[in-house]
């Protein structure tokens, strides 16, 4: 496969490609400039913000032979051959081997480079260092050699301690505004001969929440098609509701529509919009509605109070949710309570009202059974065996599988659909953990591993073991993990038993196992 992603295509290679960090791309100007270079910078801000590219450019710039105006000049021979540079060392502390690379590190620091003027260590994801490491690291912070430079970089900065802090240069990396998000996609769009409309853009900045990767990543995947990216396109393949449809439906209850509301929850339920997007999205216009009202006046049906009551009743519902009840149909509820009803339309609410507390006790007992089905040691073992050898490499090349998959014409419509709505977070050489919206998509999607993995399996060669989770257990799961690394627990691996699927309902079809005994 010669496609190369997007986001990695247009990884900025120079500052002036670097979007949404004028300030920090300016400071670190300056001090090239000024030849005035610290010996340690830490980054820190949330991912796609483009904390490792920028260490990369300014690795590039410090040392390039003729920079122009702090900038790489691009021609030297080092900006050329800056790819295969042996000085500029990266190392990937999520990885299990974070902590022998960094003592590596320490017993080569004091050998001067190969060709330019400064060796570069570059960090990543750095506070997942063991105590030992960080201690190791501290030492060497202390008294550098001239010609050394770190360049650590964090999603989580609260995680790195202050002794480290101290002895750095700090860049806080800002989420990427909306404008900055839109102008940076439309430019891929006009090199890649991509064509979308504006409202699309803006729906794809909105969803990537700040980061230029998740926004590239979104647009590589609506693009595949070829068609014009609409705003219809975008919310039905990414499964998610524009702000303009969030505004309709908060529409129908200022308008008092009953009908149009109920229509609009159900084609987002048949559509199966991520709920949690859906009620955060209602919840923003609700309160920039609410400070509305307090500035210039009510001009709808609903007052201050309504939309506040809203909002409390909704965010309440987030939790609520948590015990695998059908979403919408708690959303439903929630929003009819604020219609006010004619007498001939009661009959009509209550009946709904009434079908919507039989679902909610139906589905309460389903998801009972449901979950039993669910083989959770497998779950638990596969989420263990990841974690033995996850190493950044491995992320990304199971990343390339996976959007290699979406790509793919051989693979089933509804694998693809799983995997385009799943996300990669954690890789070995064997397995691969993907993150869903819900723990209900997520043990959806674990139902068809086998046939998942024979697709991945046939169509690209590759032998994976997935485990499908939502996202809110990988958060738990990921913090877990960078705990136990730190008080340097070692994963060890687990045997996975070999069940067969078939043995197990017949024996039991055959014997009524609870009548037999073990003498
Ligand atoms: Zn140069």
Redesign the pocket.
Known sequence: MNYKVLYRKYRPTNFENIIGQEYIVKTLKNSIINNNISHAYIFSGPRGTGKTSTAKVFS??I?????IDGS?????????NFVENPDIIEIDAASNNGVDEIRGLIDNIKLTPTNGKYKVYIIDEVHMLTTSAFNALLLTLEEPPAHAIFILATTNIENVPITILSRCQRFDFQKITIENLVSGLKKVCEKENISIDEEALTEIAYLSEGGMRDALSLLDQLSKNGQNISLDLVEKQIKTISQKGINELIETIEKNDVENCLRLINEYRIRAIDYKTLIKKVIDICSFRAKNIKKTGRIVRLDFKDYKDLIINLSDCLTKININVEPYTIIEMILLEFFNVETNNTESITMIKEENSKKIETNVQQTKVFESEIDNDLINIRINNTFVNAQKVFLEEAKNVIDSCNNSVSIDGKIKSILIDSNVVAASDEYVILTCISDHAADNANKLLNEIEKSIKDSLNKKYKLVFISEERWQKEKSDYILNIKSNKKYEYIEEEVTEESTEPIINDIFDMSKVEII
């Open positions: 590039k710039a040392n390039c032979i003729e920079h790489p000049c691009e021609k030297c021979e080092f900006c050329l």
